[in-house]
């Protein structure tokens, strides 16, 4: 015979929700600045850190391009990763993507700045650039890179009403270090790159990466960009999130012999320990948004486009009057 309570017992147990597994694997993204093959040499041993650390297995995803990052996030294939901060404000407007952290510079203040890069001993100034007479054949990057792409339109070009498809005899869009490679090789008489892009180069210290620095030169640099963001779901378990967390923030803290290896594989990435961030990390690349469109709006004299820059603007000086 089953007890009453027995039997209510059984119905709820029943009718509860089953608990979701919680995964077994982290899928990682790296955001795609430079070869697949040398993003994996600097993150592995972070990445196995992690794994040892969190139980996990964690495997690396790389993107062809700054766009299949934002979608594997938006489709659950990634769980978490880092972003540039103009892709990261994608992820976090379309995939359900926060920012928990973000990245620092081993030495010296934080942040790097976009760079248009030439070959050395061309005669190629920036005043050649700015001429804008579609001779020449330039290197942009990723559509949503920050340093490639978003920083020398607001810095460079908008302010001055010039558009780089009109302006060049050929325009290719290329992550950094196919860019460099193609200006060193004169395929591309002058490219976008950024400073961590080449510090990176420099620091995996390959014959080729060697011989291509020595014949670049840099003719132009941006405002000092923030630092990048290490994005999550936000729909992760609070209790994965708050492992996730514990490793990131414990990363290369401290003066122990342990420590000191952690902070040499960050190294490798171009990194320092980690910080504690959120989206209002966001904002200064926000406002370099809302300033390429006030500037291309007021050039082409579009009402509509101009009073939508506006009411963009508007909104990231309200968000950071709040974020003071």
């Known amino acids: 015979m089953i007890r009453p309570l027995m039997l209510v017992a059984a119905l709820l147990a029943l009718a509860a929700p089953a608990r979701a597994a919680e995964p077994q694997t982290l899928t990682f993204s790296i955001v795609s600045t430079e070869r ?3 993003l994996a040499q ?3 041993p972070f990445l196995d850190d992690m794994a040892r650390a969190t139980g996990l297995k964690v495997k690396p ?5 700054y766009s299949a990052m934002v979608e594997a996030m938006r489709f659950k294939q990634t769980d978490l990763g880092w972003f540039t901060n103009l892709s990261g404000l994608e992820a976090v407007r379309r995939s359900g993507g926060e920012v928990f952290a973000r990245t620092t510079k081993p030495d010296g203040p934080d942040g790097y700045q976009s760079v248009i890069i030439v070959r050395k001993g061309s005669g190629i100034t920036l ?3 700015l001429k804008c007479d579609r001779t020449l054949d330039f290197g942009i990057g990723d559509p949503k890179s920050t ?3 978003l920083a020398p339109m607001t810095y460079l070009f908008a302010p001055r009403g010039l558009d780089p498809a009109k302006c060049f005899k050929t325009v290719r869009s290329a992550n950094h270090e196919t860019n460099l490679f193609a200006v060193g090789n004169g395929v591309l008489a002058a490219s976008t790159n950024n400073t961590a892009s080449m510090e990176r180069l420099a ?3 390959t014959p080729l990466g060697r011989r291509t620095l020595a014949t670049v030169e840099v003719i132009w640099k941006s405002p000092t960009i923030p630092e990048d963001p290490i994005i999550w779901r936000k729909d992760l378990d609070p209790a994965l999130k708050a492992r996730i967390a514990k490793f990131i923030f414990s990363y290369g803290v401290g003066n122990s012999p342990e420590a000191a290896r952690q902070r040499a594989n960050l190294a490798k990435t171009q990194s320092g320990p980690f910080k504690h961030a959120d989206n209002s990390h966001l904002l200064p690349v926000r406002e ?3 300033t390429e469109l006030l500037i291309e709006a007021k050039n082409k004299g579009d009402a509509g486009d101009l009073a939508k820059a506006q009411a963009m603007m508007a909104q990231v000086r309200k968000d950071q009057a ?3």
């Open 36 to 38: 697949a093959e040398t």
């Open 42 to 44: 600097a993150w592995q």
């Open 61 to 65: 995803f790389f993107g062809t391009n």
């Open 127 to 129: 005043a050649r650039i």
């Open 147 to 149: 340093s490639g792409t």
């Open 203 to 205: 620091m995996a210290n």
């Open 288 to 290: 370099m948004e809302a």
């Open 322 to 324: 709040a974020r003071r």
